[in-house]
Each structure stands twice: as C-alpha cells, then as structure tokens.
C-alpha cells in the first residue's frame, strides 16, 4: 500500500524583530481582520512584513516604535 506523506514544515527563520498583531495592524493603519490575515501567512518577522507591506505599496502610519 502507499503511504502519503504530509511535506514537513520546517520553521522559518525570524528575521528582525517580532511584531504584536496590534503593532503591526496601528503601523500600517489596518482593520483587525486583514492584520490578522497576513500575520498568520507571514509570520510576526518585522523585516519580512515590511517588506510585504512596501511590496504593496503601503507606507506606514505611524513611525517605528523601535526607531525611536
């Protein structure tokens, strides 16, 4: 009989800093459900949500907490 196999998901990597889901949602100025959304595809990496974010051509509201 052949066995089907589940792909193993392998952990990414986190790159930059974690963002909250509120952190990123008042950032980039987002209703809850879309913040949630592509948090849970992409993952809580700042680099990786900011670079998500310019992709689609969305400047952030409020400056970097972080930068600060």
Not at 13 to 36: C, H, N, T, W
Not at 38 to 67: W, Y
């Amino acid at each position: 009989m052949t066995q089907i196999r589940e792909p193993e998901r392998r952990s990414k990597i986190l790159r930059g800093r974690p963002y909250s889901l509120d952190e990123f949602a008042s950032k980039y100025g987002l209703r809850s459900e879309q913040a949630e959304s592509l948090f849970t595809r992409f993952g809580p990496s700042s680099i990786e949500l900011d670079l998500l974010m310019a992709a689609k051509r969305r400047q952030p509201v409020l400056p970097d907490r972080i930068a600060e």
